[in-house]
């Protein structure tokens, strides 16, 4: 898969390559029965894919959010329901986009060189059951098209 997206080449637009990308994570998701290797390869491929600072998953467990599969730099282990960013993604139930960081109320800084944030539930039925982490080391990294494809790789699980 990695070498496939090396054909797209640096100048491919994020929208390019998350297309291409959607395809080729269905296609290797569609056998596997664990959620947590499902997890595993996905933050890998967005990982490997874009670059992203940090990119990983928090599991609902136990009524908090507890660390999954990630790449990227030490995190946050646990995080308290309706905390932070990834909390208060849990809480209402919706994707968050923060351009900058340190505008947002309640903050939980797992690294100072995080700048930018988008979070996406997880949803079993109507449960949010895990939340996708990706955090960018520039400012307002985020936007409309992260949304539309994040939330259709979340699917996926």
Request: charged content about 25%; proline content about 4%.
């Amino acid at each position: 898969m990695a070498e496939n997206l090396l054909l797209l080449g640096d100048s491919a637009s994020r929208e390019e390559k998350y297309r291409y990308l959607l395809p080729q994570l269905q296609s290797l998701l569609s056998g596997e029965k664990d959620w947590i290797a499902k997890m595993a390869n996905i933050a890998a491929a967005l990982k490997q894919t874009f670059d992203f600072f940090w990119v990983g998953f928090y599991r609902v467990t136990e009524g908090e959010l507890v660390l999954g599969p990630f790449q990227g730099p030490i995190a946050c282990t646990r995080i308290p329901w309706g905390k932070g960013v990834c909390g208060t993604a849990w809480k209402e139930g919706r994707t968050i986009v923060v351009p900058n960081v340190e505008d947002f109320p309640g903050h939980i800084a797992c690294n100072s060189a995080s700048k930018s944030e988008i979070v996406v539930p997880v949803f079993n039925q109507q449960e949010v059951v895990a939340i996708l982490d990706i955090d960018s080391d520039q400012l307002n990294d985020f936007g409309d098209k992260d949304i539309l494809f994040l939330e259709k790789i979340t699917k996926l699980l």
